[in-house]
């Protein structure tokens, strides 16, 4: 009998051991979701992918970065890269000069893209701010919910934008996520994750892209507006011809 209970005591504290502790902290809870979604892993490789009839290529490889988007038109292609170096534009591959306005516009646009791409990664930028809000339940289920800005050192030109993620508290994925934005004339877009890709155990995904016509509605509450189907869906976000690889650099 003593060996019965001894052996089960043992299980109990090995189990205990080596369940994850629940996180408390909005750091705790977002480094959880990078490690679940396994998107760490592309802070050392190069990532290619399909959005919108354009090619997408991000290539990092410790603390370096190359981001690139292709364009066709006929038989001209563009080619627009954003990296450490800064901007540069390419016409068949042959350089091009860019006004420094334009290029602000389009290293944004081409950021934008690779930022909601990879999510959660990013999250832990050094311009990032996290705070835990309250947790809520959607569709039954319960999230964790955190507010992210940003620095204006390192947050780059829409530094002033506020994004809310909706954290799955079983699988530590981002089922939701919302944002305020203040580029021609402002607003708010909320997101649900629909199809997700698994590409070498890293998981991506697509979305649902919603607006609201209620000015009203703060971005904190268009959880709510959704669960009470008040929000109008614009577009879908979708990546397609998912590739990852070894890094360039």
């Not at 038109?73 to 420094?100: A, C, M, W, Y």
């Not at 649902?208 to 976000?237: Q, R």
């Amino acid at each position: 009998m003593k060996r019965v209970v001894f052996s089960t005591l043992f299980i109990a504290i090995l189990v205990s051991c080596t369940l994850e502790k629940t996180p408390k902290t909005a750091q705790e809870i977002i480094d959880r979701s990078i490690k679940t979604s396994r998107t760490y892993k592309l802070a050392n490789a190069k990532l290619t992918f399909d959005f919108r009839e354009r090619r997408y290529t991000a290539d990092r490889k410790n603390g370096l970065f190359e981001l690139q988007r292709i364009s066709k038109n006929g038989p001209e292609v563009i080619t627009d890269i954003f990296s450490n170096h800064g901007f540069q534009r390419f016409l068949n591959k042959t350089p091009i000069e860019v006004l420094n306005s334009m290029a602000v516009k389009y290293s944004e646009s081409i950021n934008s893209v690779h930022y909601f791409a990879v999510l959660p990664y990013g999250l832990n930028d050094k311009a990032v701010r996290k705070k835990l809000l309250p947790e809520i339940t959607i569709k039954n289920k319960a999230y964790y919910k955190i507010e992210v800005t940003f620095a204006q050192e390192g947050g780059g030109v829409d530094f002033e934008d506020v994004f809310v993620y909706w954290i799955n508290k079983k699988t530590f994925q981002i089922d939701y996520l919302a944002y305020s934005y203040h580029v021609n004339g402002g607003g708010k877009r909320f997101r649900q994750a629909t199809k997700t890709h698994l590409i070498d155990g890293i998981r991506l995904a697509n979305y649902s892209n919603y607006k609201t016509n209620n000015p009203a509605t703060s971005l904190k509450e268009l959880d709510k507006a959704f669960e009470a189907d008040e929000l109008i869906k614009i577009s879908e976000i979708k990546i397609d011809s998912i590739k990852i690889s070894k890094s360039d650099f």
